[in-house]
């Protein structure tokens, strides 16, 4: 069933009014009609069967039925902190670890990072980031759109980590401890914060003052991977220890 999250303000009472992208999407794309299903959800864990009551390219008008009671979000809450990577590299990394999980991604302009984002730059590619972030949570069937954070430098990075259960670092340098060393022991739910660097990973000064507000460098073993796949190896097996593809804590 086609699941659409939409802003909170398109819901009132027991129905839901969709506009723009949305209704053009289910009108044209997938050629829906009225008396068809769907799920509509709030993007913040609301999700309801809906039956289309009336449609144009224009506009989507629900009738709201019953919630979805089922959770498809990850007892583990991980905010990952992306070094910005060249040309369109968060794009796939947003994606992706939009479906696999992530609550919340914060952009970082390391000390590596050849791109810098400004002004109206800026805004656009936070409002494409964030396009890709629901499009992703749609399709793996999330009820959350992960939160897309304008970017913010390093250290203003290891701010947004302080209350985290666990604050970690993927270092290539491979100082710290393994990733699966450092989970040993920790049962969920908890909080992680996962900072991967851009090309090139994080300068030893960056690592020298995370560590001294208390993120713990880790690494993945003796493999160098690129920062479009380091992160998403690591979220992976996050998820995994904390028994989201069938593993569990131990």
Not at 162 to 183: I, K
């Amino acid at each position: 069933m086609q699941r659409y999250l939409v802003p909170p303000s398109c819901f009132v009472g027991d129905t839901a009014v969709i506009r723009g992208e949305d209704a053009r999407h289910m009108a044209r794309v997938m050629r829906m009609v009225p008396g068809q299903t769907v799920e509509c959800g709030d993007g913040r864990g609301t999700v309801y069967r809906a039956v289309i009551e009336a449609l144009s390219p224009a506009e989507a008008r629900l009738s709201l039925k019953e919630r979805v009671e089922e959770d498809p979000e990850p007892r583990v809450e991980l905010v990952l902190l992306q070094g910005l990577p060249k040309h369109d590299k968060m794009d796939l990394i947003v994606q992706k670890a939009t479906e696999i999980g992530v609550a919340r991604i914060v952009p970082v302009a390391a000390a590596r990072s050849v791109v810098r984002y400004e002004g109206e730059r800026e805004a656009r590619r936070l409002e494409r980031w964030r396009r890709i972030a629901k499009e992703a949570a749609e399709q793996a069937r999330r009820a959350r759109i992960p939160e897309i954070l304008p970017p913010v430098d390093s250290s203003r990075a290891w701010d947004l980590v302080a209350g985290a259960d666990a604050a970690l670092l993927l270092d290539e340098g491979r100082r710290g401890r393994p990733l699966a060393a450092a989970l040993r022991r920790r049962l969920g739910p908890c909080r992680i914060a996962l900072a991967v660097g851009p090309e090139g990973g994080w300068t030893p000064e960056e690592v020298e003052e995370a560590a001294g507000r208390g993120v713990e460098p880790v690494h993945l073993g003796p493999r160098i991977l690129r920062t479009e796949t380091a992160g998403l190896v690591a979220a992976a097996a996050i998820f995994y220890h904390f028994g989201e593809w069938g593993g569990g804590a131990e």
